[in-house]
């Protein structure tokens, strides 16, 4: 394993087991994601800000806020990094309020607003936003829901025009849908591949390589939401093999941790998280601070989409128990 995987795995750990220690009860699939946040930056977590920044959003939000559901750990640790958490998360709010004029209130819409803090949006971007999400639900009518809001609106700062980016997305979508059955997770993979300023097939070709590459290696990758770190790490600088080789080098690493073992995380969680882990060597640090359509955003994105899978997860689970009671 090369050192700087090392250290890098190593911060994870660490940085998951503060989260978790600051929150607790919440759900053990939302440490890890969280933990990204900070191993991304290359910055560990500190708990007092973070009690602070849990407070801030009590006090500015009422209890069934957006702002207060399944996004509230990630928020609050997304919110941790800033130099001014209260003035980050007031141009938050205001935002989300601009983005209800064109799209339904949700957690997804509140992640979208946080996201837009780092971006010089506008009203016309914003409209832009709702015509690129008008078009997606023209090609994909049941497919598309709130959560691809995220979507419509980041990609409203392209310099692709909307028929563009709808053409790159289904050509990356028919390529996906070839080899993955879910299509919500391709939907998902295909606005991902679209914000790359490559050519749709380069990117789909490099998705397909990485994915065959971890398989050549004898492991299973997931199919389903797992599949969105394969998109964005295939829109960054990566040579596949090489990549499916620190993919496993990390796996392994995590195999021996606390969770990751027999009793913890399935094998297609662990060695999604561990493709995370490697995303982070090729993401600049400096580079975190600016919203751009890069590597970095789409990453961001489909950390967010874990998020939302594990949002969906955990309501999922707890309406069952309410009705099993």
Sequence with gaps: ?????????????????IIKGTFKWESSYMYPVCANLFCARGVKPDEDKLRECKEIISQQTGIFS???????????????????????????????????????????????????????????????????????????????????????????SSEKTDEALIRDMETCYRRMKEHFSDSNCVQTMSHIMALDSENAEIVSDKVLTLYEAIEKAGRKYGKHHELSILAALATMKIVPDQAARDIMDADAFLAEQKGYGALGMDKKTRLMHAAMIVSDEYVPHDTMEQVSLTGTISMMIAQQMMMCAVMASTTAAAAAASAHH
């Design 66 to 156: 957006s702002f207060r559901g399944n996004i509230r750990i990630p928020l609050i640790c997304m919110l941790s990094l800033e130099d001014h958490p209260r003035e980050k998360f007031s141009s938050a709010q205001e935002i989300y309020w601009d983005l209800k004029e064109y799209f339904r209130g949700s957690d997804y819409l509140a992640l979208t607003a946080f996201l837009l803090t780092d971006d010089d949006y506008s009203q016309e971007k914003l409209a832009r936003g709702r015509r690129i999400y008008r078009l997606m639900k023209d090609e994909h009518p049941f497919l598309t829901s709130s959560e691809d809001s995220i979507f419509a609106v980041l990609m409203a």
């Design 1 to 17: 394993m090369k050192d700087s995987l090392r250290t890098l795995c190593n911060q994870f750990i660490e940085d998951r087991d």
